[in-house]
C-alpha cells in the first residue's frame, strides 16, 4: 500500500480501563478489540472498549481468534452476533489464525475458509486475517488461498517491513510488538496501518 503508515493498537479483556480520547491525541489512529474466541467464549471488556472507541472518534474493529477444533460456523455466528449491524468508520471484522487446535492443515484451512464466508456474507464486508509468517507457513502449509484477503501479519522485527506469509504479496495492518502505553492498562498490541490517513479512512468505510 505504501505511502507512510498510521499508529494503532489491539486490545482484549486483558486491558482494564483504557483512556481512548488520550490515545487518539497521542496519534493513535485506529484500534481493534477481540469480540470473541474460540466457541462460548465472549470477551467480557468487548461493549465497553468497543463502544469507548467509537465515542472518541477512533475507527474501530473486532477481532475473533479462531479455535479451528469447534465448529466454524458457529464461531462466525457467535462474533456476528456481538457487533452486527458494522457502522460507518467501523473496520472490517479480522479473525485471529494463531493456534492449530491440534488440527491439520486442511481443517485449519477449512475451519478459516468457513468463518471468512459466514462474516463476509452477514457484514457485507471482506474480513482480514490475522496471522504470523511462521505459523502460517508451518500450520496452514504455506496455503496461498486467502490472497484475496486484507492481511494483518504479526512479527515482533527491526526491520522496516514484516515477512509476508506465503499467498500474500503486501500487508494492510502489522503488529509489530506488544507493550505498555500511557492511557492503557496492561499490555496492547502496537500496530501500524499501512498507508495514509485517508487510506485508513477509506478502509473504515467512511
Not at 465515542?55 to 452486527?84: E, K, N, T, V
Request: hydrophobic fraction near 40%; proline fraction near 7%.
Amino acid at each position: 500500500m505504501g505511502g507512510g503508515f498510521q499508529e494503532g493498537i489491539d486490545v482484549s479483556q486483558a486491558n482494564g480501563k483504557v483512556d481512548w480520547p488520550a490515545l487518539k491525541k497521542s496519534g493513535i489512529a485506529f484500534g481493534y478489540a477481540r469480540a470473541t474466541e474460540g466457541l462460548g467464549d465472549l470477551d467480557e471488556r468487548f461493549p465497553t472498549h468497543y463502544a469507548a472507541m467509537r465515542a472518541a472518534g477512533i475507527p474501530r474493529g473486532a477481532s475473533h481468534r479462531l479455535h479451528p477444533q469447534y465448529d466454524a460456523r458457529q464461531q462466525a455466528l457467535q462474533f456476528i452476533r456481538r457487533l452486527m449491524p458494522p457502522k460507518p468508520g467501523d473496520l472490517p471484522p479480522a479473525v485471529v489464525v494463531d493456534s492449530d487446535g491440534r488440527q491439520n492443515a486442511a481443517a485449519i484451512v477449512g475451519a478459516l475458509q468457513t468463518w471468512l464466508d459466514v462474516v463476509e456474507t452477514a457484514l457485507k464486508r471482506t474480513p482480514v486475517v490475522c496471522t504470523a509468517p511462521f505459523f502460517w507457513n508451518d500450520f496452514l502449509a504455506g496455503t496461498t488461498a486467502f490472497a484475496r484477503y486484507p492481511l494483518w501479519v504479526v512479527e515482533a522485527t527491526s526491520r522496516g517491513q514484516p515477512r509476508l506469509p506465503s499467498g500474500f504479496v503486501d500487508h494492510t495492518m502489522w503488529r509489530r510488538d506488544c507493550g505498555t502505553l500511557a492511557g492503557v492498562d496492561g499490555a496492547a498490541g502496537r500496530n501500524r496501518f499501512n498507508g495514509p490517513l485517508d487510506a485508513l479512512r477509506r478502509f473504515a468505510g467512511y
